[in-house]
């Protein structure tokens, strides 16, 4: 029996093709809603799902009585009901490692935008504004020699890490709840309470994953820890940030700037003020979006894919326990 496997994230053409040379493949290259009917349908019959960017609720695997994994085409995964998913003995596979370079150039873009007032500026140049020498009312921060404030020193987090404290002498300091001895010796980076790492950071900087623990992480409070000089990015999660209060620091002056690839509702809503402020740099969640990490990403799920089916472990795996059940 040929197994069947629905895509509903874009695909190049050799990769659906590699899926087809040993799969029926149901291709939904534009799906907005995971109520859609054919969509359904199609996963009725389904053994694998591929794809990005939708939220699969727990109730959605009903109606996959014969599916054995999700490949998702990211690395975060808090799209997806892991916990149900290994209770029916569902894999969920990810794509770690292939993006975490490009997401950590993102992060420092960030950074560097913020600080330096980047993207401010260049509007200033394209209105015409630019009629005599620049003073101080355009001035930004340095960033070399600064603190940098890692909140989830992991993949993503140590490869930003890496940029501050070799590329611009950065002192590093991280808040995760294991230590990271390697990475101490390598970048020097110490370990700080998160209250300490707020207050002591010029820069603070969120890689966390979203989970229970992580989510609305930085509220009022936590904004009200950090330094008014201090520059707040997340290239995390948006519902990692109660949006409200970053909003309100912002306004208030309790910190100076924010560095945002993330956001509570994405698409972010033209009616949200953050796209609209001076001291806000703000990014249609580009952090993996270069063609190369792109095609990368999708390779990697179309192989987690196609290993499963055929009966093997996939190369990045979420949910060990699904796979010991087997
Ligand atoms: N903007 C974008 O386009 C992208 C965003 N992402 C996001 O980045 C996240 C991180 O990816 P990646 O680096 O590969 O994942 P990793 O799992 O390698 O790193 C996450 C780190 O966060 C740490 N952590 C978890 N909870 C806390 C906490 N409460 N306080 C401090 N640290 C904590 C973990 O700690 P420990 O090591 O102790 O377990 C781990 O080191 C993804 O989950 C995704 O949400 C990823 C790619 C692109
Ligand atoms: O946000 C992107 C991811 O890979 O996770």
């Known amino acids: ?45 389904a053994h694998g799902l591929i794809g990005s960017s939708l939220k699969i609720p727990a ?28 209770r029916r003995g569902i894999l969920l596979c990810n794509t770690p490692d292939v993006l975490t370079e490009t997401t950590a150039d993102t992060g ?49 987090g140590a ?35 998160l209250d300490a790492l ?16 992580t989510e609305h992480l930085f509220g009022a409070r936590e904004f009200a820890l950090m330094k008014p000089s201090a520059i707040f990015v997340n290239i995390s999660r ?6 409200p209060s970053l909003i309100a620091a912002l306004e208030k002056g309790e910190i100076h700037a924010a560095g945002l690839d993330v ?11 953050l796209p609209h402020m001076a001291n806000v740099v703000a990014l249609p969640h580009i952090g993996s979006a270069t063609h190369e990490t792109r095609l990368a990403m999708a390779q990697r799920a179309v192989d987690n894919i196609r290993l499963v089916l055929k009966g093997k472990r996939p190369i990045s795996l979420v949910n060990e326990a699904a796979w010991s059940r087997k």
Request: hydrophobic residues 40%.
């Open 108 to 156: 420092f873009l960030l950074i560097m935008a913020t600080a330096r007032r980047a993207i401010e500026l260049a509007e200033f140049v394209k209105r015409g504004d630019w009629q005599a020498g620049i003073g101080e009312p355009q001035f930004g921060s340095d960033v070399h020699g600064k603190t940098l404030g890692m909140v989830g020193m992991g993949r993503i």
């Open 159 to 193: 490869a930003i890490a890496r940029r501050g404290a070799l590329g611009f002498d950065m002192k590093v300091l991280y808040s995760n709840a294991s230590p990271k001895p390697a990475l101490e010796s390598a970048l020097g980076a110490e370990r700080r309470e």
């Open 1 to 45: 029996m040929t197994k069947r496997i629905v895509a509903f994230s874009r695909l190049k053409q050799p990769q659906l093709d590699q899926l087809r040379q040993e799969f029926h493949v149901d291709y939904f290259e534009h799906l907005d809603s995971t109520e859609d009917a054919t969509f359904r349908e199609a996963l009725g019959k």
């Open 238 to 243: 948006g519902k990692v940030v109660d949006e």
């Open 59 to 86: 109730s959605l695997l009903d109606a996959a009585p014969h599916l054995e994994a999700i490949a998702t085409i990211s690395v975060g995964y808090d799209n997806y009901p892991v916990e149900e998913m290994t």
């Open 263 to 273: 956001f509570e509702q994405e698409p972010l809503s033209p009616e949200s003020p």
């Open 198 to 213: 707020l207050a002591e950071s010029d820069f603070v900087c969120v890689t966390v994953p979203l989970t229970p623990e």
